[in-house]
Antibody
Framework: QVQLQESGPGLVKPSQTLSLTCTVSGDSISSGRYYWNWIRQPAGKGLDWIGRIHSSGTSNYNPSLKSRATISLDTSKNQFSLNLNSLTAADTAVYFC???????????????WGQGTRVTVSS | QSALTQPASVSGSPGQSITISCTGTSSNVGGYNLVSWYQHHPGKAPKLMIY???KRPSGVSNRFSGSKSGNTASLTISGLQAEDEADYYCFSYAGSNTYIFGGGTQLTVL
């Protein structure tokens, strides 16, 4: 059974960089069969796609983040990570990681999700 | 890019059917057969219910079905049950290797 688990600080200061990690068990992020994604949900709001990465190194991001996000892979630990810089209160949210199947490089399903980790941006 | 448009809330009685719409444009929903739907009970991991507009993953009840007409995708839940009460989100490819969620719909089972 594939499982994803997010980890990271629950509180970060404005202007700093958030670093989150998603640990994958039951599947190999190196297989090339999936994209690995980050999604967030601000309190009281809907889901927002942040970006994705493939084992080939290809990554894509939500343009609304204005290049503040970077997703990377650590295949030795079977983990992928999100770095989000220049934080403001608007980045306060629950952050989810998710696995995505794809068809011709386009995501067709986010089929396995983590439980989410809450991040607050505050001084 | 703005979120896909979903009704903020829908409701139905047990046993009834409801439909949640997800309206976009020809650049996202209408341009590709790549709409998926997710059920989210707050505090838990979202769950895939429908993918590629109409396909149902194994293990998902056949009470859930997807459809699409033009720029609007729909999720229909038949034979409503109490455990269906949750938030539902659509998700679509939006071109240029980007993706977009709907604003979410809160389903209340009366």
């Amino acid at each position: 059974q594939v499982q994803l688990q997010e980890s990271g600080p629950g509180l970060v200061k404005p202007s700093q960089t958030l670093s989150l990690t998603c640990t994958v068990s039951g599947d190999s992020i190196s297989s090339g069969r999936y994209y690995w994604n980050w999604i967030r949900q601000p309190a009281g709001k809907g889901l927002d796609w942040i970006g994705r990465i493939h084992s080939s190194g290809t990554s894509n991001y939500n343009p609304s983040l204005k290049s503040r996000a970077t997703i990377s892979l650590d295949t030795s630990k079977n983990q992928f990570s999100l770095n989000l810089n220049s934080l403001t209160a608007a980045d306060t949210a629950v952050y989810f990681c998710a696995r995505a199947s794809f068809y011709h490089s386009h995501i067709d399903a986010l089929d396995v999700w983590g439980q989410g980790t809450r991040v607050t941006v505050s001084s | 890019q703005s979120a896909l448009t979903q009704p903020a809330s829908v409701s139905g009685s047990p046993g009834q059917s409801i439909t949640i719409s997800c309206t976009g444009t020809s650049s996202n929903v209408g341009g590709y057969n790549l709409v998926s739907w997710y059920q989210h009970h707050p505090g838990k991991a979202p769950k895939l219910m429908i993918y590629e507009d109409i396909k149902r993953p194994s293990g998902v009840s056949n009470r859930f079905s997807g459809s699409k007409s033009g720029n609007t995708a729909s999720l229909t839940i038949s034979g409503l049950q109490a455990e269906d009460e949750a938030d539902y989100y659509c998700f679509s490819y939006a071109g240029s290797n980007t993706y977009i969620f709907g604003g979410g719909t809160q389903l209340t089972v009366l």
